[in-house]
């Protein structure tokens, strides 16, 4: 694979439902500020690629970000950022489900059925039944040989990409420039309105859109000169998707009705109590759809109330894939069940396949809305992301002559910057949102230590080694109930304080954890096991 096509294979993740939604919700949260908060995401995105970019050229292992914290620390961190792997691809889908059922609304209110209410912005009762019933038909699209599965995803990809480029085209013709003063400025001009700014980006989907990137670095090991064309690749793919949502942000303010938004953005959501008006309620539903509408471009509403399907599905259709397989994975290096390895005839693990939708159901009962999930999926994805650096720091420690295909320059300090970035953005998520993750890691630990209590062949966890992880989750989790961004959280931290104290505990942590690393003769045994092949693999269950 050359330069174009991994770029590619990151670029099809980087698109999906993000764009349906992330420009309104960032427009009504900050206004024109929204067009900052993309570059800055995407900066912060670039970061954290460069790393995976490293490690997925020493090690092109298939499901690496949820492995190279194995072979760096062992087992106690390797089925914790596993589990996190499992965590953040169990809770895509349903989240692609939200955003059908959210746009769908439109075609059903003639008729007077609801799926998705404006008011509250949840999904109804019958939107449940809905997106139970499409969770259904992803699982048993995945069910289809590989090379069916390959046809219908192509299609989709190939789809995806270009329905935002053509409306960025479109509505660049059907501008208003006084709604970019109407919205606010560019550069926020206090402290209240960075702290909004700074909360958008994970919490209006601006990072949730960009999350796909690692794409490329699964595909390490088949990409041609790796030194040139892997880095390229990743930031490439999110330079082209910065662009993209840049200036979908822009569009988006500068296509509104200029009578809508006299005010700003804030007033473009329906009121607390009472009837919503019909304009409203259609922006909430399907904002690219309405302003679209608004301008008179009735073909191009249609169009892309088509593709909050079409875009969608794609997304939830690949990601309930990347589940199962990441179970799979996760049960090969004996933190799951045996039974996730099951397969049938066409190679598709079954049991775990299963398990990724029910346990993608569980997670409509909690958070009922597109909005309301996003700020958890982003959460646990950085959450998982973050392991990447802390591997990065242990192997530059522990291999220092091992073969790097790419060397991040200034990694000595890039790699605290990075754990330090996606630390930040797990802060700005919110304590209501971290409560919640909290709550699902520690019941997914108990299920996991069930597991290791019941098998013998269970991987030995070295409890000391892996304290600074224990440290690391309950941390960051005083620091945000004590810190800005709640609710629930009690403010006791100031603003700019709270981000000091996130970076300085960061920077203990990953040295902490570089500290606890595994022996180099360890690391080096943990890769040779890992780099067998199926066969191998299956003679030492078989053993066992």
Known sequence: MGLVGAMWASETSIIGSGWLFGSYFAAVAVGTSAILAWVIAGIAIIILALVHAELGGMYPVAGGTARFPHLAFGAGA???????????????????????????????????????????????????????ILMAIFTAVNFLAMRMFNRVNVVITWWKVAIP???????????????FGNAGPLFPSSGNTLKALFAAI?????????????????????VKNPQRNLPWAIIGAILIGTAIYVLLQIVFIGAM??????HGFSGL?????????????????????????????GWLANLLRIDAFVSPSGTGLIYVTSTSRVGYGLARN????????????????WFSLIIALIFGLVFLLPFPSWHSL???????????????????????????????????????VLGPIAFIVANLIIYWSGFETLWKLGVAIILGYLLILMHFSDNPHAPKVDWKRSAWLGAYLLGMGIISWQGQYGPENTSRLPFWWD??????????????????????????????????????????????
């Open 334 to 349: 004996r933190y799951y069940p045996s039974m996730f390895t099951r397969t049938d005839k066409n190679g598709v693990p």
């Open 257 to 262: 009705k200029p009578g809508l938004v006299g």
């Open 78 to 132: 390797g089925v914790s950022f596993g589990f996190f792997s499992w965590l953040q691809a169990v809770t895509v889908a349903p989240i692609e489900c939200f955003a059908v059922m959210q746009y769908g609304q439109y075609w059903l209110n003639s008729s007077k059925v609801n799926i998705f209410d404006p008011t509250t912005g949840n999904v109804t009762h019958l939107g449940f039944v809905f997106t139970i």
């Open 374 to 412: 996003v700020g958890l999926v982003t959460s646990a994805s950085v959450l998982m992301y973050a392991g990447a650096p802390l591997a990065m720091g242990a192997f530059r420690n522990r291999l220092p002559d091992a073969n790097r295909p790419y060397k991040v320059p200034g990694a000595v």
């Open 202 to 222: 994970p919490g209006a989907g601006i990072v949730f859109a960009y999350l796909g990137f690692e794409q490329a670095d699964q595909l390490a090991g088949e």
């Open 499 to 544: 981000m000091g104290v996130v970076a300085v505990f960061s920077l203990v942590i990953y040295f902490w954890a570089i500290y606890s690393a595994l022996p180099r003769e360890e690391i080096e045994q943990l890769v040779a096991e890992q780099s067998g092949g199926d066969e191998d693999w299956e003679a030492r269950q078989t053993a066992a």
């Open 165 to 179: 480029v053509l409306t960025i085209i479109v509505l660049l013709f059907n501008m208003h420039p006084s709604n």
């Open 269 to 297: 959501v329906c009121p607390a109590t009472g009837t919503c008006p019909t304009t409203i309620a259609n922006i909430v539903s399907g904002p690219f759809a309405a302003v679209a509408g608004l301008a008179a471009l």
